[in-house]
């Protein structure tokens, strides 16, 4: 059994960084994939990145969050750089056993979950 729990998230102003992390427990970091997913308030859970050895990101944080793992810690992390209000959400970490590549930009195709760590981004 796979568990996911994220941390680092936080309150920050326009500009600001972050780094969230997902340590991950009941199987080896190495042996998944591993993502990373955002919901805002009245919104779908959306796509931010993913890594099964690449890195895959949604187009609109390309450039600004950075998705790595580190395979001896059994985590991985999400840096966010020049943040703005519309990335306020919780951020949930996710694990996938079976899929990679493009799969991994879509939710229903990971079988674990963490429970989100909110991040809010004031102006």
């Known amino acids: 059994q796979v568990q996911l729990v994220e941390s680092g998230g936080g309150l920050v102003q326009t500009g600001d960084s972050l780094r969230l992390s997902c340590l991950v427990s009941?199987?080896?970091?190495?042996?998944?994939?591993l993502g990373w997913f955002r919901q805002a308030p009245g919104k779908e859970r959306e796509f931010v990145a993913a890594?099964?050895?690449?890195?895959l990101y949604a187009d609109s944080m390309k450039g600004r969050f950075t998705i790595s793992r580190d395979n001896a810690q059994n985590t991985v992390y999400l840096q966010m750089n020049s943040l703005k209000p519309e990335d306020t959400a919780v951020y949930y970490c996710?694990?996938?056993?079976?899929?990679?590549?493009?799969?991994?930009?879509?939710?229903?195709?990971?079988?674990?979950w963490g429970r989100g760590t909110q991040v809010t981004v004031s102006s």
């Open positions: 009941g199987r080896t970091a190495s042996s998944l994939s």
């Open positions: 996710a694990a996938s056993t079976v899929f990679t590549g493009s799969y991994l930009r879509n939710k229903n195709f990971y079988g674990y």
């Open positions: 890594t099964d050895g690449s890195a």
